[in-house]
């Protein structure tokens, strides 16, 4: 059974940084995409960052603040937020997919979820 279980979210002020892990099990996701979504109330799940064939894609508003990677050795990939806002605050979940993906930012593409990590940012 494949598992994805995220980690790291929080409160944070704004200006201030969180790492967040999602942990994958069951599969090894080294040769597979894995992206970070996040779904703020009220909204749409929207894409954030997600890394594939060792390129790295983000969102514009993720572009410069946030970094994603992956340690494949520990089936684990990050989203290092920095300069958090309060517009960030979301549920943020990872997903894995079962192939390299050539349009990582669709989250049709991803077969695997995580149950989510709360990340609220404070003003």
């Known amino acids: 059974q494949v598992q994805l279980v995220e980690s790291g979210g929080g409160l944070v002020q704004a200006g201030g940084s969180l790492r967040l892990s999602c942990a994958a099990s069951?599969?090894?996701?080294?040769?597979?995409?894995m992206g970070w979504f996040r779904q703020a109330p009220g909204k749409e799940r929207e894409f954030v960052a997600a890394?594939?064939?060792?390129?790295?894609s983000d969102a514009d508003s993720a572009k410069g603040r946030f970094t994603v990677s992956r340690d494949n050795a520990k089936n684990t990939m990050y989203l290092q937020m920095n300069s958090l806002k309060p517009e960030d605050t979301a549920v943020y979940y990872c997903?894995?997919?079962?192939?390299?993906?050539?349009?990582?930012?669709?989250?049709?593409?991803?077969?695997?979820w995580g149950q989510g990590t709360q990340v609220t940012v404070s003003s």
């Open positions: 997903a894995g997919s079962l192939f390299n993906l050539v349009d990582s930012r669709s989250p049709n593409s991803y077969r695997y």
């Open positions: 069951g599969r090894t996701f080294s040769n597979s995409a």
């Open positions: 890394i594939s064939g060792g390129r790295t």
